[in-house]
Nanobody, 118 residues
Framework: QLQLVESGGGFVEAGGSLSLSCAGS????????MGWFRRAPGKEREFVAA????????YYANAVKGRFTISRDNAKNTVYLQMNSLKPEDTAVYYC???????????WGQGTQVTVSS
């Protein structure tokens, strides 16, 4: 059974950095695109970043482009999100996701809270 477990969230001041990890089990990660999404209080879940199965393709939401970097280590079944120059508007629960076909994300982790103070 597929399981995705995020870690690395926390509290940081504006301008700071955090690194999120998502460790997976129950499936061969290298076959699938992976992504990060977030849900801020009172808002819908939104796309943050995605990475193709071979890591040669990456995609970012405009709001995080140039500040966040997604990467993966298929040998460790892990995907990462390096977040720099954090802003208060980045405060949200961040979710790791796996796309079983293309970039259709259909499996989710439990989420990790990121709080950025002004």
């Amino acid at each position: 059974q597929l399981q995705l477990v995020e870690s690395g969230g926390g509290f940081v001041e504006a301008g700071g950095s955090l690194s999120l990890s998502c460790a997976g089990s129950g499936r061969t990660f290298s076959n699938y695109a992976m992504g990060w999404f977030r849900r801020a209080p009172g808002k819908e879940r939104e796309f943050v970043a995605a990475i193709g199965w071979s890591a040669t393709s990456t995609y970012y939401a405009n709001a995080v482009k140039g500040r966040f970097t997604i990467s993966r280590d298929n040998a460790k079944n892990t995907v990462y999100l390096q977040m720099n120059s954090l802003k208060p508007e980045d405060t949200a629960v961040y979710y790791c996701a796996l796309a079983s076909m293309g970039y259709e994300f259909d499996s989710w982790g439990q989420g990790t809270q990121v709080t950025v103070s002004s």
